[in-house]
């Protein structure tokens, strides 16, 4: 269900940053609900290992989220920044989550 809701607040993400190019006033109040459980639901599920990369990895995670948060915040504003800090906010999301993986995989094997 946990994952379900992640996916769906991370496409609802994308969809209000279509949607604001059609409809600036209704945008801005999907992308803050969808921010508010993406984030959430990052902050319920730290990095599980010991590494401290992995944890920084974490870290990224979470600075990304307030980045989105902000972005969030600039599109309520109608400035034209917002988009900057979405993709700025995504690059280190997708950092983040390709190298989380990979990163738990090398502890395990250590172990």
Same mark, same amino acid.
């Given at each position: &269900?946990?994952?379900?809701? *992640?996916?769906?607040?991370?496409?609802?993400?994308? *969809?209000?940053?279509? @949607?604001?190019?059609?409809? =600036?006033?209704?945008? =801005?109040?999907? &992308?803050?609900?969808?921010?508010?459980? *993406?984030?959430?639901?990052?902050?319920?599920? =730290?990095?599980?290992?010991?590494?401290?990369?992995?944890?920084? @990895?974490?870290?990224?995670?979470?600075?990304?989220?307030? @980045?989105?948060?902000?972005?969030?915040?600039? &599109?309520?504003?109608?400035?034209?920044?917002? =988009?900057?800090? &979405?993709?700025?906010?995504? *690059?280190?999301?997708?950092?983040?989550?390709?190298?989380?993986?990979?990163?738990?995989?090398?502890?395990?094997?250590?172990?």
């Amino acid at each position: &269900m946990k994952d379900k809701l *992640f996916q769906i607040s991370g496409i609802l993400i994308l *969809f209000s940053a279509i @949607l604001y190019m059609f409809s =600036p006033v209704i945008a =801005p109040w999907i &992308m803050s609900v969808s921010v508010l459980v *993406f984030s959430l639901i990052t902050m319920k599920n =730290p990095y599980p290992g010991k590494s401290i990369r992995g944890k920084r @990895l974490f870290n990224f995670q979470l600075f990304s989220c307030l @980045l989105m948060i902000a972005s969030t915040y600039l &599109m309520f504003k109608h400035r034209n920044e917002w =988009p900057l800090v &979405m993709i700025i906010g995504a *690059f280190l999301m997708l950092y983040a989550v390709i190298a989380i993986p990979r990163e738990l995989n090398k502890e395990n094997k250590v172990q």
